[in-house]
Nanobody, 120 residues
Framework: QVQLVESGGGLVQAGGSLRLSCAASGSIWIINGMGWYRQAPGKQRELVAYSTSVSSINYADFVKGRFTISRDNEKNTVYLQMNSLKPEDTAVYYC??????????????WGQGTQVTVSS
C-alpha cells in the first residue's frame, strides 16, 4: 500500500554535489520520521542522518557540515543534499520513512536504493 521511490543518484566528481529524493506514495497523513543510510561494497549499512518529530536531527560525524536532510510534507518526500562529496562517500544510499496513515496506523518503509559514485 505504501512504497518509497528514490532518485537523484549518479556519478559526480570530488567536491561536487548531489541531491537525493525519496518520495512516498499511499494514503499518507504525515512523515513522523525520516532517515538516510548508505552501504559501500564490503561494508555494513551505516546511518547517514535521521530525524523525527520528537528528536533533533542527527548526522553521522563523517557527513556533518556537508550533508543536509530535509522534508516536504506536501509532497511526502524527503531529501538528502550532499555537498563537498568525497570518493569515500561512494555507496548505495537508502532512504527510510516512518509514516502515519490517514487511518492512524504507523508504517516503516525503505526505498530501493540509489547509487552514488564520486570520482577522484
Amino acid at each position: 500500500q505504501v512504497q518509497l521511490v528514490e532518485s537523484g543518484g549518479g556519478l559526480v566528481q570530488a567536491g561536487g554535489s548531489l541531491r537525493l529524493s525519496c518520495a512516498a506514495s499511499g494514503s499518507i497523513w504525515i512523515i513522523n520520521g525520516m532517515g538516510w543510510y548508505r552501504q559501500a561494497p564490503g561494508k555494513q549499512r551505516e546511518l547517514v542522518a535521521y530525524s523525527t518529530s520528537v528528536s533533533s536531527i542527527n548526522y553521522a560525524d563523517f557527513v556533518k557540515g556537508r550533508f543536509t536532510i530535509s522534508r516536504d510534507n506536501e509532497k511526502n518526500t524527503v531529501y538528502l543534499q550532499m555537498n563537498s562529496l568525497k570518493p569515500e562517500d561512494t555507496a548505495v544510499y537508502y532512504c527510510h520513512q516512518e509514516l502515519v496513515l490517514f487511518d492512524g496506523t504507523m508504517v516503516s518503509e525503505w526505498g530501493q536504493g540509489t547509487q552514488v559514485t564520486v570520482s577522484s
